[in-house]
């Protein structure tokens, strides 16, 4: 079973923080992905990368930065915390590009900016 | 950018009763399409997908779902719901012209069910 692992389930950070997320997956997929989940908003795509070092903007990347120097862990970065920044965090991985096959996710992380 | 417009943030359904969870897209393509579930407190899991082929598509724990493409839809539909469907579903669809990577998903719909 192809495992994505989130390393904080809850964090609380001060706004102007420098806040890492990171994402770690075990099945050597090429495709990683960031989103975040908010109440009606449903998922929205912060960034994605298709290979070490390759990332593409999302529809959200404002405010937000990733890093892939190895294949299996993609860290979201928040340069400057912000309270509109409070949210579900959600990571995902794939063995093709959207739709081929299947997404598979981590259990979240839950951000909370004061 | 494709959109995907789920209706109904909130559904409740009796025990053994059908469940019915609409998704509309917005595309003159085609794309594929996708129901994920989410049960407490965890990541997503993939139910169903349709790429190409039979409209109607059968998925985990008894869900189907059947692509119309004169209306684009694709509602998930269950004949009778039980407690542990519980849970917020979301639909979602990837840009066969665009070529994006990722999927785009829709606002989800939690769904609840009575004893």
């Known amino acids: 079973d192809v495992k994505v692992t989130q390393s904080s389930r809850y964090l609380v950070k001060r706004t102007g923080e420098k806040v890492f997320l990171e994402c770690v997956q075990d099945?050597?997929?090429?495709?990683m992905f960031w989103y975040r989940q908010d109440p009606g908003l449903g998922l929205r795509l912060i960034y994605f990368s298709y290979d070490v070092k390759m990332k593409e903007k999302g529809d959200i990347p404002e405010g937000y930065s990733v890093s892939r120097e190895k294949k299996e862990r993609f860290s979201l970065i928040l340069e400057s915390a912000s309270t509109n920044q409070t949210s579900m965090y959600l990571c995902?991985?794939?063995?093709?590009?959207?739709?081929?096959?299947?997404?598979?996710f981590g259990n979240g992380t839950r951000l909370t900016v004061t | 950018a494709q959109s995907v417009t789920q209706l109904g943030s909130h559904v409740s359904v009796s025990e053994g009763a059908l469940v019915l969870l609409r998704c509309n897209y917005s595309?003159?393509?085609?794309?594929?399409l996708f129901w994920y579930v989410q049960y407490p407190n965890q990541g997503l899991q993939l139910l169903l997908k349709y790429t190409t082929g039979a409209t109607l598509v059968k998925g985990i724990n008894g869900f189907e779902a059947e692509f119309k493409k004169s209306e684009t839809s694709f509602h998930l539909t269950k004949p009778s719901a039980h407690m542990s469907d519980a849970a917020e579903y979301f639909c979602a669809v990837s840009e066969t012209d665009t070529g994006r990577r990722a999927l785009t998903f829709g606002s989800g719909t939690r769904l609840q069910v009575q004893p």
């Open positions: 099945m050597d997929h090429e495709n």
């Open positions: 995902a991985s794939s063995l093709q590009g959207a739709g081929n096959s299947p997404l598979h």
């Open positions: 595309s003159s393509v085609p794309p594929y």
